[in-house]
C-alpha cells in the first residue's frame, strides 16, 4: 500500500467536509490501510482522509502507545477537564501552538468491516481524536487557537517555504479562515 504526499494548508480539500461512508468495499480498506501507511511514515499521531486527498470520513491514529483507525468517527467529552498543550498538523509543517481540547473522551465509530467500536481515551489520543474528527468536519487547529496564536501561527505560515505554491491556487483560504472556533 503506498504511501502518499499530504495535502498542505491552502489546499481546499482540507477545508471541505468530507463525506460519510456508507458502503463497507475495498475504497475504505485501502484509504485505512494508504493512511496508516502514511502516518506511519510521517511519524505522525494521526491522519485524516482529506489529507491524503479523500473525501471519506476516515481517520487513523498511531500515538500514546495505540494504533488504529475510526470509520464515521463522533466523539464525547468525559468530564470537562480540557488542556491547553502545543498541538501541531502535518498539513501545517513547523506550526505547532497551545490548543485548547478535552482532556478525556469517549469515541465511536466503525471499523474497517462496517461493525460499530467505541473507546476511551485520553493525553495525546484524545487530542488526536478531537484533531482528526476536525479534519472530517473541513476544520483546521488554526480554527481553535486564541485570536492572537491564530495571527502569530498565520504569520509562520505566509513566511513557510513550502506554503508559496499553496498560496497561489488557493487564492483567498488565508481571507476565509473560519472565525475562532470554541471547542465543542
Ligand atoms: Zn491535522
Known amino acids: 500500500m503506498p504511501v502518499h504526499p499530504v495535502r498542505l494548508f491552502g489546499d481546499p480539500v482540507l477545508r471541505t467536509p468530507t463525506d460519510p461512508v456508507t458502503s463497507f468495499d475495498d475504497r475504505v480498506a485501502r484509504a485505512v490501510a494508504d493512511l ?10 494521526g491522519l485524516a482522509a482529506p489529507q491524503i486527498g479523500l473525501s471519506m470520513r476516515v481517520f487513523v491514529y498511531s500515538c500514546g502507545g495505540r494504533e488504529g483507525h475510526l470509520v464515521n468517527p463522533e466523539w464525547e467529552p468525559l468530564g470537562d477537564e480540557k488542556t491547553y498543550v502545543n498541538e501541531g498538523c502535518l498539513s501545517i509543517p513547523g506550526v505547532s501552538e497551545p490548543t485548547e ?9 466503525q471499523d474497517v468491516n462496517g461493525d460499530r467500536v467505541s473507546f476511551e481515551a485520553e493525553g495525546i489520543l484524545a487530542r488526536a481524536v478531537q484533531h482528526e474528527t476536525d479534519h472530517l468536519d473541513g476544520v483546521l487547529f488554526l480554527q481553535r487557537l486564541t485570536p492572537d496564536l491564530r495571527k502569530a501561527a498565520m504569520a509562520q505560515i505566509r513566511t513557510s517555504t513550502w506554503f508559496g505554491g499553496a498560496a497561489i491556487s488557493a487564492g483567498a483560504v488565508l481571507d476565509r479562515l473560519a472565525e475562532p472556533m470554541e471547542v465543542k
Open 101 to 109: 481540547r478535552f482532556a478525556r473522551v469517549r469515541a465511536r465509530g
Open 36 to 45: 496508516m501507511d502514511t502516518v506511519r511514515h510521517e511519524d505522525g499521531a
